[in-house]
């Protein structure tokens, strides 16, 4: 999926939009149509998650859209869920278009965009997943950190939590302050 993507990055008809919803809508049909899709039974299942998002700091507004994602917004050190629609950015049984959704920013609220390759880890005393609230509580105790420090703690943890377990996915977070 993702040399799929870096090729559609490559072609001419790359739209310079700044809805995130239309932008996916645009990858989506284009990933359909480089994988041939058409919703039969007995091809192949593929697609790919995403977060994206657009700013304004004019008017302090973040427009989001997700593919199976969700970002999370801290926000007075508490987590505000995004969450974007419930389908990925390839041929799903749900085809309508992608949803923007709008949100006012505040002076020091903090945005992370992440991919789930962090929380599906296995790890930890009963071999377990990472898993989402340990994750959103770890963002809350580092949030306030500078970047460089949050990312070394988000590294510490995933090894300590890893420990030696072969790592599952790759895994991307994003962290900013506006």
Known sequence: ??????????????????????????????????LGQKGLILEVNVGMNGS?????????????????????????????ELRGDRMPLSHHLIMKDFSPHEVKIRKNDCVYLFTDGYMDQFGGQMLKKFGYKRFRDLLLKIHKRPFELQKMALLDEFTIWREHEDQVD?????????
């Open 52 to 80: 994206l998002i657009s700013y304004d700091p004019m008017k302090n507004n973040l427009v989001y859209a997700g593919a199976y994602n969700t970002i999370y917004l801290i926000r007075d050190d508490q987590i505000i």
């Open 1 to 34: 999926m993702t040399i799929i993507n870096k090729s559609l990055d490559n072609k001419t008809d790359i739209l310079v939009v700044e809805d995130p919803a239309l932008v996916f809508n645009h990858m989506r049909s284009k990933i359909v149509e480089s």
């Open 170 to 178: 790759d895994f991307t977070i994003v962290g900013l302050k506006l």
